[in-house]
């Protein structure tokens, strides 16, 4: 995926779609895909992985660990393997490490570098350029590196020199972050001491499960009301460990919403991760009235799956809470279209970090309603979507800033309106859902 000049945006449009069926797989998730190379790279030996997401941001992580020593094969669709060199023996990359759109592999990989005795320079596309390094940076200064180079605000490009000996620290988040809660863990890793991370709300659990699976000492414990104090070990003794790598939630919910949406829809949805950290969206949908239900739930690499069954539904407006945002913070937009249908007001409270993702989801999704005749408002922090009759007119053009959540929702939008939705770039959507139109396709979706 090229997002340069060169390579000009490709717009696409979705119409309205007869009923969808059928049953469909979404691609392995984006979080567990993006640690599952990481952690490979920093134990000794082979590591095999099932499943994982062929999106262009994990790709790019997988190129940032060869920089840095692991030898990677693709043996298959999904199924790699990674030779680490291993925690404490990895090389200084020759090159930038250029991360393209991807926030998550770019910050978990400052930790990696921030714990080693190398300098990295990290770097991505017009998007990353904007995205705000200094929450990552802070806490890993204050474990021992050094930030040698950094654009204007704390931004890519930067030039990181990592500690050999990263100190011990106790750090709490400044806000509910898996992104910087692992890159803490990730350079601590390294230190001969404990690393604490304490989150007032807990974020998505994959960085602790997959350190644990890897052999790690690493225990969570409640903390307050809704955080989680992770106390880290340092220098384990990483032993490769087989991943297999559920179905991403994250993707399914363009599926899962296209069905309640789209009238006379019932599909499946297969392998999907169920992580109480990650199920906001599916909470959310069914206080709107969705019908979903759960079959054939199964451990999985770990994790609790499902095979989701979706049928269109009439739904209504509510009220989500700030506390839930971490567990659905990708899930906003595509909530703000389901919304958009549903009879009455939905106020979704407490999405500040949205205005710091691939784009500010907040004015993108805002524009994005009001371009296809659907009324909102951001008060503050909130979004409040003022759905009304369960009908959108649609008609619109959507800018989608390169930003791949805001493609497929709005994409989403055009299967179930009135006139045809139209996005002006879908390239951004291969970062975490290559076959997404494919797989849409399949279901009964129609894009042109
Ligand atoms: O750790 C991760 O894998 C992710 C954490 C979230 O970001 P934040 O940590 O910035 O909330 C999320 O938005 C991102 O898509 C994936
Ligand atoms: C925010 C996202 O990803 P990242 O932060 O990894 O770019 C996302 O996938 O919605």
């Not at 384990?236 to 559920?246: C, D, I, K, S």
């Amino acid at each position: 995926m090229q997002t340069d000049a060169e390579h000009p945006a490709s717009p696409l449009r979705a119409s309205r779609a007869r009923a969808l069926s059928g049953r469909c797989r979404p691609p392995g998730d984006k979080s567990v895909s993006h640690r599952s190379l990481i952690l490979g790279t920093l134990a000794v030996g082979e590591t095999a992985i099932e499943g994982l997401l062929e999106g262009e941001d994990v790709l790019r992580t997988a190129e940032a660990c060869r920089a840095l020593g692991a030898r990677i094969d693709r043996l298959g669709p999904g199924s790699w393997s990674v030779r680490g060199p291993g925690l404490g023996s990895l090389l200084e990359p020759r090159e930038t490490l250029d991360f393209g759109n991807a926030g998550t592999g770019s910050r978990l990989m400052m930790g990696v570098v921030a714990g080693h005795p190398i300098t990295a320079r990290f770097d991505g596309d017009a998007s990353l350029r904007k995205r705000p390094m200094r929450r990552i940076l802070d806490p890993l200064t204050q474990q021992g590196a050094r930030v040698l180079e950094e654009a204007e605000g704390g931004r890519c490009p930067i030039l990181l020199r990592g500690a050999a000996e990263p100190l011990p620290v106790e750090y709490k988040t400044p806000v509910a972050s898996a992104q910087i809660k692992s890159a803490v863990l990730l350079c601590g890793l390294n230190s001969p001491g404990r690393t604490v991370v304490i989150e007032s709300e807990a974020s998505r659990d994959h960085t602790e499960k997959m350190l644990a699976h890897f052999g790690a000492r690493i225990a969570s414990e409640p903390f307050g009301p809704h955080g989680r104090k992770i106390t880290l070990e340092g220098r384990p003794e990483l032993r490769p460990a087989p991943v297999r790598v559920p179905a991403d939630p994250s993707s399914a919910a363009f599926p899962l919403v296209a069905a309640l949406i789209v009238p006379g829809s019932e599909i499946v949805i297969e392998g999907v991760m169920i992580n109480p950290l990650r199920n906001g969206l599916l909470t959310t949908l069914q206080e709107m009235g969705a019908r979903i239900s759960f079959e054939n739930r199964r451990a999985e690499g770990g994790e609790e799956v499902a095979d989701i069954r979706v049928a269109a539904s009439t739904l209504a407006g509510v009220d989500v809470p700030a506390e839930r945002a971490p567990s659905m913070i990708d899930e906003y937009p595509i909530l703000a279209v389901a919304a958009a249908f549903a009879g009455g007001e939905t106020r979704m409270r407490g999405l500040s970090e949205l205005r710091v993702k691939e784009s500010d989801r907040l004015e993108a999704i805002a524009a994005g309603l009001r371009a296809n005749a659907v009324e909102c408002e951001i008060s503050g922090d909130d979004l409040i979507v003022r759905g009304g009759t369960g009908r959108v007119s649609g008609g619109g053009v959507v800018e989608t800033h390169l930003d791949h959540r805001i493609a497929m929702s709005f994409l989403v939008m055009g299967l179930a309106a009135e006139q045809d939705v139209t996005v002006d770039d879908d390239r951004m959507i291969a970062t975490s859902f290559p076959d997404f139109r494919a797989l849409m396709e399949v279901l009964g979706a129609r894009f042109a």
